[in-house]
């Protein structure tokens, strides 16, 4: 089916930036939206970007909105997200996911990566 590879997570001092990416692997004819979602210790995961399929359409956390950016390259099909100002806050794990629609409210993401490590200390 679909193998979701995630790589960029780190250490930064609040500020800071990092860009995560995430690989689709796909082994159907399915165009995926791609995106995160964060868990931090003691939360519930919760949602944080996502992008459709042609890149025409974005949807961002109230929490990220004008810090990260959600990009991708559908040759490779690839999402990035690119982390600015982070805040230690945003501490958490990043899990890059992937559904047949941007609407993750009401389809949730059918594939789930591993997740990466993000750490912003203060």
């Known amino acids: 089916q679909v193998y979701l590879a995630e790589s960029g997570g780190g250490l930064v001092q609040a500020g800071g930036s990092l860009r995560l990416s995430c690989t689709a692997h796909?082994?159907?004819?399915?165009?995926?939206?791609m995106g995160w979602f964060r868990q931090a210790p003691g939360k519930t995961r919760e949602f944080v970007a996502f992008i459709s399929w042609s890149g025409a359409q974005t949807l961002y956390a109230d929490s990220v909105k004008g810090r990260f950016t959600i990009s991708r390259v559908n040759a490779n099909y690839t999402v990035y997200l690119q982390m600015n100002s982070l805040k230690p806050e945003d501490t958490a794990v990043y899990y890059c996911?992937?559904?047949?629609?941007?609407?993750?409210?009401?389809?949730?993401?059918?594939?789930w990566g591993l997740g990466t490590q993000v750490t912003v200390s203060s």
């Open positions: 996911a992937a559904g047949l629609t941007i609407a993750v409210a009401s389809s949730p993401p059918t594939y």
């Open positions: 796909r082994r159907t004819a399915d165009n995926y939206a």
